[in-house]
């Protein structure tokens, strides 16, 4: 593999912007199909584009490692959005927060894990997630 074409792939983040070769590209924004189920269950659906918006003003409390948790609902629930390197961010869980107070620190680990999995996804990745379905995209802009 040449270096110019390693180059050509290689993605940096500014704030929550994404740079490609120089030409800025918006997030992008995916709910995993676990977390699709359990938000028509609580009955939250527009509401994520504009937690999304919340989240890329800071308005979002980090968890490190490339895990947020976001409240939604009007408080009722709480989401963990996966995001690392700025490119995609993904709604992975949610939880009511009558059931519980937050994540433990086994599945914090595992999220961190999985948020450097996802931050080094291709679009060919992406895509394939997208055609059999384990993620949706959430369109925001």
């Known amino acids: 593999m040449s270096v110019d ?10 704030q929550w912007y994404v740079f490609l070769e ?8 995916f709910k995993t199909k676990r977390f ?13 584009r504009e937690a999304f918006t919340e989240m890329l003003k800071g308005q979002v409390e980090s968890l490190g ?6 409240r939604l609902n009007a408080n009722r629930h709480r989401s ?5 390197g700025g490119r995609y961010w993904i709604y992975q869980l949610l939880f009511a927060k009558k059931d519980r107070s ?24 992406v895509q394939h997630l997208l055609d059999t379905e384990e993620f949706v995209e959430i369109h925001h802009e």
Request: glycine fraction near 10%; aromatic fraction near 14%; avoid cysteine.
């Open 5 to 14: 074409i390693f180059l050509a792939f290689y993605f940096y983040t500014t």
């Open 22 to 29: 120089g030409m800025p590209m918006s997030p992008r924004l």
């Open 36 to 48: 699709a189920m359990q938000a028509g269950k609580a009955w939250i659906g527009d509401e994520l």
């Open 65 to 70: 490692g490339g895990v947020w948790k976001k």
């Open 80 to 84: 963990i959005v996966v995001a690392k």
């Open 102 to 125: 937050n994540i433990s620190f086994a599945e914090l680990t595992e999220l961190r894990g999985l948020a450097k999995v996802y931050g080094v996804m291709t679009d060919m990745q």
